[in-house]
């Protein structure tokens, strides 16, 4: 997929889209066929090209390895010694179900001050299950099997699963250098959403990370929608251009890691809902649910286990009662769509 008419204004850009479609097993069907479109929305997701880590001796290690992307189950790793690098969302979450099957549970922390100072849900981990230990990153893995740390203590393993994230994959596109693409970044993006070069005909949907995701990427759609029809306007190109700079140097001031360049969060804990009031026409999320999103989240990052138990009486009022509206609302949906189906 490239520009049909290099170095033409943004405005008149054309896309030439060459496809083929492939059938359920992955195999191609048919010949290429070449369409040419005013504009394209590239959303394929982040989520699909496993990024993994450069270990000394990953090449040689005789034992099993695999990406969390890989993981399904539990039960293949029955009676293994299992080693799972990394210690956010998914690590957690593998390392807890590993623990009902797997002989013995090892996590490697991202760096030293990590595994010498969990965070309070990996503490809260620790304590509910004696069979996870955590160490610091792994320095090596051995041929006999083994995996060096940081520290230089070993372990055992039959299985490394790396929870390592993802990296951005964007191979389709053709943009002559004016959008770049590496593991952590697609760039320049205005807003996430637009290269400043090549908008409004180019947009991405789907970039940002640590949001609301539906919600935010449905905000993101709309906006797309709104320039290309007309009913929006983007800024000048240099205009845009510039606060893509300024963007990246507050985020370098606040000593966000370039791996975090699509956090929205990064700076501003709101700035995700400032950005879809700013940008769609989306009605402003209630109150209460914007406080039961946050409030969830914090409970999923201090108890992973456990924050799905909770029930509505550790929620503060102004959650209970738009709870009780919400319910109340839905139940009498729910009653129409009935009666609807009944007249028919």
């Known amino acids: ?166 990296s951005y994959s964007i191979p389709f596109l053709d943009t002559a250098g004016l959008v770049t693409v590496d593991s952590s970044r697609v760039g320049p993006l205005y807003e996430h959403t637009f290269p400043p070069p090549l908008a409004p005909s180019l947009s991405f949907v789907g970039v940002p990370m640590q949001i609301f995701a539906p919600w935010f990427f449905q905000a993101q759609a709309r906006w797309v929608a709104l320039v290309l029809s007309g009913r929006e306007a983007l800024p000048p190109e240099e205009e845009m251009l510039r606060a893509v700079r300024e963007d990246s140097s507050a985020r370098e001031a606040a000593g966000v890691p370039a791996y975090r360049t699509h956090a929205i969060p990064a700076v501003d804990r709101y700035e995700y809902l400032e950005f879809v009031y700013r940008h769609s026409d989306l009605p402003r999320m209630e109150e209460w649910k914007v406080e039961l999103f946050e409030t969830s989240f914090t409970n999923a990052m201090e108890d992973r286990e456990a924050f799905r138990d909770r029930d509505d009486g550790e929620y503060s009022e102004s959650i209970r009662e738009g709870l009780r509206r919400w319910r109340r609302l839905a139940g009498a949906q729910y009653e129409a769509a009935l009666c609807r189906c009944c007249v028919r």
């Open 1 to 166: 997929m490239a520009p049909r008419e290099a170095g033409a204004a943004c405005s008149y850009v054309k896309w030439q889209v060459r496809s083929v479609h492939v059938d359920p097993d992955g195999g191609q069907e048919g010949s290429p066929t070449e369409e040419v479109f005013d504009a394209v929305v590239v959303a394929n997701g982040h989520y699909s090209q496993p990024r993994l880590p450069s270990i000394d001796g990953m090449e040689v290690w005789p034992r099993r390895q695999l990406h969390s992307h890989s993981y399904r189950v539990p039960d293949p790793f029955r009676d293994e010694a299992v080693l799972v690098v990394g210690c956010g969302e998914s690590g957690l979450d593998i390392a807890t179900e590993l623990c009902g099957v797997a002989r013995e549970v090892h996590i490697a922390a991202k760096s030293v001050e990590d595994a010498t100072t969990p965070s309070p849900m990996m503490s809260k981990l620790l304590a509910n299950h004696a069979g996870i230990r955590l160490h610091p990153p792994v320095d090596r893995l051995r041929e006999d099997g083994t995996v060096a740390f940081a520290d230089g203590s070993l372990a055992a393993a039959d299985t490394v699963i790396y929870c390592t994230g993802y």
